[in-house]
């Protein structure tokens, strides 16, 4: 991938309805999990549907390093052998996390309880991205780290011999903290509290009593209290991944701003911590239909049919809605460019910590392609010109993040004219089929 090698130059050309079915591949968030449980249980835990984005096989890479035993059998089914709790041993070299924040977060947490010392890094994006947000809950433990100034990678961490349990309030809205500290948790003694003001998608949580463990969430005025209870023996699963939200978020907004488009997406997992985008779009006008509503692993599940909507309105994203849409903030904009007015997205700090600083890479590349923008420490707004109105004809840099990059080419098939990115390359951390599959819809996306 271009993370780690030459850029791979893209266009996106105005095309024709966007059509057909899209199946999108298995959700990234869920699929990291499923490696980290499956090398930390006892016996083999079966995955099908397993996302195979540079992210997770980065991840997969990591736990075989760890000691656990991992078998690709083909077609998106996998298998691992854990070590159980506590049982990961030293890695004989440094784990490479690629791109992905989520893979050495929650890896971090998982081996903090450990006592062996692992010296992580991962690519240019994920190097610069903050670290200290875990190694100060894990340093509670009794791990300790040293890494570069302010906290980044590449970053040596020399796990706890005698862990102890922690209670913690995660100080800012983000999953990936609250499972480092609940996959530390899981070797310590006694029971481990993490308290979330906010509500984050909740996967580890989820997971982590399919796997046996003995947790609870309650809900009070401090917010999401969740309570470990330390050492227990984690089973092995039988794990079939859901296909991705965030993945299913680019077909569907591309129906709704393609002129004529009739797309139908099947299978993705409406779990609210995770599918705040598709709410916010029916707010401003969009034709998104629910069908086939089902539950699926206790999951609610739909399939999703989008439609051209040519008379959608800017709107106010309620800040309260921002964790349950993080990663979907840079398409929503895409989509805030045909609709009429402003769209006003607030609350949402976290955007400049990702892979890239997703409001200055989308707000510098719209502004670009003709759309105005101002933005401001937490927030940003985009005025919207409604379609048919929206010029196009630019070459963004999508900074080694994947939803940038396929933000831009989304908005291609809709502008006026063609929108390049300077490297489609990170696109295969989350959605290596992206390419073809927005081609079989009648997309015109292509390399240079
Ligand atoms: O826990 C996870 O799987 C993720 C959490 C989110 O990050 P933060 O926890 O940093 O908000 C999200 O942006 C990321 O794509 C996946
Ligand atoms: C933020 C993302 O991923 P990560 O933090 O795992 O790199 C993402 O996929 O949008």
Redesign the pocket.
Known sequence: MSSHGAPIPMISKPCGPLTGTAEVPGD??IS?RSLILGAMSVGETTISGLLEGQ?VLDTAKAMQAFGADVTNHGGGNWSVHGVGVGGFAEPENVIDCG?????V?LIMGAMATCPITVTFTGDA??NG?PMARVTDPLALFGCQSVGREGGRLPMTLVGAAEPIPVRYTVPVPSA?VKSAVLLAGLNAPGETVVIEQEATRDHTERMLAGFGAEISTEVTDAGRVITLKGQPELQAQKIDVPRDP?SAAFPVCAAIITPGSDVLVPGIGLNPTRAGLFTTLRDMGADLTYENERLEGGEPVADLRARFSPDMKGIDVPPARAASM??EYPILSVVASFAKGKTHMAGVKELRV??SDRIDAMAVGLRANGIAVEDGPDWWTVTGLGHGNVPGGATSASHL???IAMSFLILGMAANAPVSVDDGGPIA??FPIFEGLMGGLGADVSRT
Request: aromatic share 0%; glycine share 8%; proline share 0%.
């Open positions: 990234k968030s990291h992210d791109n992905s924040g989520t893979g977060r994006s994920l991205r990936q965030s993080i990663d990702k892979e993040d994947h939803r951390t989350s």
